[in-house]
């Protein structure tokens, strides 16, 4: 596979759940990204990971728990989340966390359901 | 702090029409400008992107002019397809200190009807 994949597509969880989402890029970077897109609202940075270690946490709830053990892999953990935690969630990953001209490569994305 | 502001959606153009998509962006210092577009079911992909003031990117007949004086990056095609049917996002990156970090706009949906 090429490029930044994301599993599962479609998640449907209860409030009391715990499951997890994967990221994985097979483009060789070194930086991973976790974003919110919720409706009519734009893309919300939750987490930055450069080299494995976490660089920015946007004052996300700690009901969500990321993870990353190497470089082409990043998880996001979740346990009891509420329904306005619905959301598509994506992934990216770029070369480096250097900006400029590092374009972020994005995966397809979870669409998430918690009820 | 920054932000970035585009033109609500959705819009719908019958197939061939002139595409215009406004975006205009509140930063400090010296942004770079980027278009995404999200095809239904896909992540987003870079479209174009202009790195300094009067820089246009191109790419796939879009076209944007990073306009500093205006603070402006609005995306233009001459004529669309219905292919090119997808959600539409303008973003900036600034250095922050520490990090770049990219700011989106909400997004339009674009609509090419055959």
């Known amino acids: 596979e090429t490029g930044v994949t994301q599993t599962p597509r479609h998640l449907v969880m209860g409030m009391t759940n715990k499951k997890s989402l994967k990221c994985e890029q097979h483009?060789?970077?070194?930086?991973m990204y976790w974003y919110k897109q919720s409706a009519k609202k734009p893309l919300e940075l939750m987490f930055v990971?450069?080299?494995?270690?976490?660089?920015e946490n946007n004052s996300v709830p700690s009901r969500f728990s990321p993870e990353c053990p190497n470089s082409s892999h990043l998880f996001l953990h979740l346990h009891t989340l509420q329904p306005e935690d619905s959301a598509l969630y994506l992934c990216a990953s770029s070369q480096s966390f250097a900006g400029g001209t590092d374009t972020q490569y994005f995966g397809p994305g979870t669409r998430l359901t918690v009820l | 702090g920054d932000s970035v502001t585009q033109m609500e959606g959705p819009v719908t153009l019958s197939e061939e029409a002139f595409l215009t998509i406004n975006c205009t962006y509140t930063?400090?210092?010296?942004?770079?400008l980027f278009w995404y577009v999200q095809y239904p079911g896909e992540g987003l992909q870079l479209l174009l992107k202009?790195?300094?003031?009067?820089d246009k990117g191109s790419n796939k007949g879009f076209e944007a002019t990073y306009r500093k004086e205006t603070t402006s990056f609005h995306l233009e095609k001459g004529s669309v397809q219905v292919s090119d049917s997808a959600v539409y996002f303008c973003?900036?990156?600034?250095?922050?200190?520490?990090?770049?970090?990219?700011?989106f706009g909400k997004g339009t949906l674009l609509t090419v009807n055959p």
């Open positions: 483009l060789g970077h070194n930086a």
């Open positions: 990971y450069s080299l494995e270690e976490r660089v």
């Open positions: 973003a900036l990156e600034v250095y922050g200190g520490s990090n770049y970090k990219l700011t």
């Open positions: 930063a400090t210092g010296y942004p770079s």
């Open positions: 202009a790195t300094k003031a009067d």
